[in-house]
């Protein structure tokens, strides 16, 4: 036999080792990814990734899977798509807590009113004339194109037809919780409290579990409009079906007097005696809660909603925001309906968030731009009852997120990513929207909703309603 030479006996045993150890075949090769989404920074809004440079996400069935630096998770996953994160920031798609999406469709029918004379004297009886489910068809659907443009991936809605609402964001692929309407009173399609009250359970019970996206809910409007007797019906049922409840709350002053009056306690007071503070509650609004007010939210599960914009419009006032936050509050943010804000643009909203109450309280200091950003995230998301879902760009959630331009002159130089997220982005930079791993939006382009056949049935409608307006007048 032939001797070998020292290379070749070491180069035999490294063979013979080789055979001895296979390595398993999952080490040798990449795992799979349906997307890789890329981005110069990835806002994760979680504490303990926070910004990630140079940063990447990957996707497989419509989850996160892996949040880290690019080079990492592209030597980890082959994906089939690989988004370009080229002077982009990746972060997670922001929650618009409180909407009534088809009310896009009175944008603009009446403004500089005070709240009560807005709804009673315009709003309401609008509402009993033109709200039929084409209406919330069309209305919701304008709704969501707008908001699939702007960024945002969640929302919650309460308005009549809640069915054909989950319908439209069950085909457009946005993220929402659907809550059916309550009041006492006669409303679109309902005589008053009983069948409104049926059908809002009926809706819950057939939806529920329908959709991975649409998440049911009850809605009774307000304390001032529905009794406290309803209220606790609405509470049993809610409790009974496991779904969350959304109502107006401490919006006004005429309804903290209203409820004054009527019961000898504020509208948050009247709430925990029910119950309400024992079960997830999405409270609009909360613009005039008491200090014990906040002391019993600090306990409870209600997550005040932070409108901004409609609470200056209507004249409503500024809710004590840094006092809740300072409390330990969750709290979420949101647009309200078109017809009192008159967008549903969450980045003003976000800096509005940022600026009021450091005007209002003469001091600079307070609700800085991280935790404004948060109340149209993370913490929106919770407040919303989707924490468990959305809000961060973290493994195990689904992959809800946008991705915002960073090549406008708005934006440029860039210190602190979050700063300019919050004080100096606008809609407009937004380039792709992915709910649930499908992309809705790419390059700019709205890719899961027909943009112009919608623009064109809400002219359509809005004609036959300014017509009708002025044929009664």
Excluded at 125 to 152: H, K, N, Q, Y
Excluded at 230 to 254: C, F, W
Excluded at 291 to 303: N, T, V, W
Aim: hydrophobic share 45%.
């Amino acid at each position: 036999m032939k001797k070998l030479t020292p290379l070749a006996r070491t180069l035999a045993a490294a063979v013979a080792l080789v055979a001895l150890n296979p390595m398993k075949e999952t080490t040798m090769a990449a795992e799979t990814a349906d997307m890789i989404v890329l981005g110069d920074y990835v806002v994760t809004m979680d504490d303990a990734a926070g910004v990630i440079e140079h940063g990447a996400v990957a996707v497989k069935d419509g989850a996160i899977v892996a949040v880290g630096k690019a080079d990492e998770i592209k030597a980890k996953y082959t994906a089939k798509e690989i988004m370009n994160g080229d002077s982009k920031v990746l972060m997670p798609g922001l929650v618009n807590g409180h909407t009534h999406t088809s009310m896009t469709l009175l944008r603009g029918v009446a403004d500089d009113l005070d709240l009560m004379t807005w709804l009673t004297k315009f709003i309401f009886p609008m509402e009993g004339r033109f709200v039929d489910p084409e209406f919330v068809r069309i209305g919701t659907s304008l709704a969501c194109w707008e908001m699939i443009r702007g960024g945002t991936t969640s929302f919650v809605d309460m308005y009549f037809y809640p069915e054909v609402i989950a319908g439209v964001v069950e085909e457009c692929g946005l993220r929402a919780v659907v809550t059916a309407p309550m009041i006492d009173f006669p409303s679109p399609g309902f005589k008053g409290w009983e069948d409104s009250f049926a059908a809002g359970v009926k809706f819950v019970e057939s939806h529920k579990g329908k959709s991975a996206r649409v998440k049911p809910g009850l809605a009774p409007h307000a304390p001032y409009t529905v009794s406290k007797e309803h209220l606790a019906e609405v509470l049993g049922a809610a409790k009974k079906l496991d779904v969350p409840i959304s109502i107006h709350v401490a919006e006004d002053q005429s309804e903290t007097k209203t409820i004054a009056d009527k019961y000898g306690m504020t509208s948050i007071e009247l709430l925990s005696e029910i119950g309400y503070l024992d079960h997830p509650v999405i409270a609009a609004h909360v613009v005039w809660p008491s200090e014990h007010d906040r002391a019993l939210m600090a306990k409870g599960k209600m997550s005040p909603i932070h409108n901004p914009t409609s609470n200056l419009k209507t004249g409503a006032g500024i809710a004590p925001v840094p006092q809740m936050l300072d409390d330990g509050i969750t709290l979420g943010l949101a647009t309200d309906g078109a017809a009192s804000n008159n967008d549903l643009d969450m980045w003003e909203e976000i800096r509005f968030a940022a600026l009021l109450h450091k005007g209002n309280m003469h001091n600079p200091t307070v609700v800085p731009a991280l935790s404004a950003l948060k109340m149209a995230t993370s913490e929106g998301a919770k407040a919303a009852t989707l924490g468990d879902v959305t809000g961060k760009l973290v493994p195990g959630l689904r992959a809800d997120m946008i991705q915002v331009d960073l090549t406008s002159p708005r934006l440029a130089p860039l210190y602190d990513v979050i700063s300019h997220l919050v004080y100096a982005t606008n809609s407009g930079d937004v380039v792709t929207t992915i709910v649930d791993g499908r992309v809705l939006m790419k390059d700019g382009k709205v890719l899961a909703i027909d943009g112009a056949k919608v623009k064109a049935e809400a002219d359509a409608l809005g004609a036959k309603i300014k017509a009708a307006l002025a044929e009664a007048n």
